[in-house]
């Protein structure tokens, strides 16, 4: 017989044993027997109460010896989960051998395949996991990072397991003629992370892991970041000291551009040299629901700051302005013509008169090395936008587009929007100058743009016109 059978049949056997209490019976049917024939049958049986109270005993110790025999290898300890895409969990006894393997998403279906791990040892069980996903390209030299989570009630053995756990991956990854990198941590006893897990179908370790990443950057939100590999997230990391959470190896950016064409693209749509520029920095970020490049550098007193898509090297975003020590010069210079004459002269051009606007903005800002007022209002659902060079007026951009556009019931409404861009940002309404809402669509997306002043300071929210979220922030000087 096999060792599994055999074990199977004592679990069986135990669960069918009943230990039954006769000690007290027995003495006191005894006690109610009179006369010869019971006196003359504890004469003939004297060893009863001996038999009695040692078969109590031998049932106590093997039902001791059996509640052990299913703790250890019957019950639950250690929980641990992979992410990639792929999310599986495993669930192990206290002998380290495989009660559960459970695949978390299609993905993970995949991986398990017809495997049957149960019984395993839990590092064969994780040789076969891993082997799988490479084999499946989940694991590649373009897509390299995997997280671990271990969740036990030990404290010690848990850092133990989740420290040997990502040493043996590295290796074993790193065997397979590619650059892996594994992140690992401890799952907290958190209820509302349990809950957001459940909520987003993702496991709690890459809840906990995206939580990490917020409170690095808190202009992220969980919404955008749920939707993310856990290589795209590895890669958001990179930047950040997060709470927790240890690392072997460098998540690639092998799949993207590059930082170098990155730099090369920015530099080529400001049409400035490299030796020009200064304070270069270059990031990878998540905006929009896309993986992009932030290319930031100061020339010629001005300050870039570029997004670029990651994969296709498309510029998604620019912004520019004036470097602090030169901003009052701009604001301060007399030679300029002024706000009511830029007005004027972009009314003028929109054919439209002054009494048929609504929600007009202007600002004097820089654009590409020159002085420039920005110009914004809306005439019923168009919205109008102009950049006037600041010297003399002559138009630079002007841009004209119909909001009913994209109009759609199930849109937050402008109420809305404002008041969840304003929690966002943590201002009060009263604080808050020039406010501007419009609907636009940025890659497939409907967004509300939210544009305010508090003070010195300028902020600009984009919202998900139809779930609320926030998708991208920014807070300037």
């Excluded at 056997?13 to 006369?35: H, I, R, T, W, Y």
């Excluded at 390209?137 to 850092?159: F, M, Q, R, W």
């Amino acid at each position: 017989m096999k060792k599994h059978e055999v074990e199977k049949r004592i679990q069986q056997a135990f669960s069918n044993v009943q230990v039954p209490d006769v000690l007290e019976s027995v003495l006191s049917d005894c006690e109610k027997e009179k006369g010869y024939i019971m006196m003359k049958e504890e004469k003939k049986n004297p060893w009863i109460k001996g038999f009695v109270y040692a078969a109590i005993i031998m049932l106590a110790f093997t039902g001791v010896l059996g509640f052990n025999f299913y703790q250890s290898y019957y019950k639950a300890v250690t929980t641990i989960a992979f992410d990639v895409n792929p999310s599986i969990e495993i669930k192990t006894n206290d002998q380290d051998r495989v009660l559960e393997v459970k695949a978390l998403n299609e993905d993970g279906e995949i991986v398990i395949g017809d495997m049957n791990l149960k019984g395993c040892d839990m590092n064969v069980a994780v040789n076969a996991l891993i082997g799988s996903m490479i084999q499946n390209g989940y694991l590649s030299d373009l897509a390299n990072s995997i997280l671990i989570s271990v969740e036990n009630h030990d404290p010690e053995k848990t850092a133990q397991l989740q420290k040997k756990l990502s040493d043996e991956i590295y290796a074993l990854i790193n065997s397979n003629h590619f650059d892996g990198a594994v992140l690992s941590l401890s799952i907290e006893n958190d209820d509302e992370l349990r809950k957001l897990a459940e909520t987003y179908g993702i496991t709690v370790g890459k809840a906990q892991f995206i939580q990490n990443l917020i409170v690095a950057n808190p202009l992220y939100s969980f919404d955008s970041l749920a939707k993310l590999t856990i290589h795209e997230l590895n890669l958001l990391a990179h930047s950040s000291t997060l709470e927790h959470v240890s690392s072997n190896g460098n998540a690639s950016d092998k799949n993207y551009i590059g930082k170098e064409r990155a730099k090369e693209i920015a530099l080529q749509y400001v049409k400035v040299n490299e030796n020009e520029i200064s304070h270069l920095e270059i990031e990878i970020d998540y905006e929009m629901g896309l993986m992009i490049y932030e290319v930031e550098f100061q020339v010629k007193g001005l300050e870039y700051d570029i997004d670029i898509n990651a994969k296709t090297g498309e510029v998604v975003h620019t912004h520019s302005e004036l470097e602090d020590d030169e901003h009052d010069v701009i604001l301060g210079n007399s030679s300029y013509i002024g706000e009511s004459k830029a007005k004027e002269i972009a009314l003028n051009h929109a054919l439209v008169s002054e009494n048929q606007i609504d929600k007009y903005w202007i600002e004097l800002k820089a654009h590409h090395g020159q002085a420039v007022y920005e110009i914004e209002f809306m005439v019923g659902n168009t919205e109008y936008e102009y950049k006037i060079q600041a010297e003399n007026g002559t138009i630079l951009q002007a841009e004209k587009e119909d909001e009913n556009v994209g109009q759609d019931a199930s849109y937050i409404g402008e109420s809305k929007a404002k008041n969840i861009a304003l929690s966002y940002m943590k201002v009060s309404a009263s604080d808050v100058k020039n406010l501007k809402i419009h609907l636009d669509q940025e890659h497939d997306t409907i967004i509300y743009e939210v544009e305010f002043y508090v003070g010195s300071k300028e902020y600009e929210v984009k919202i998900n016109a139809k779930t609320g979220a926030v998708i991208h922030s920014e807070k300037e000087h």
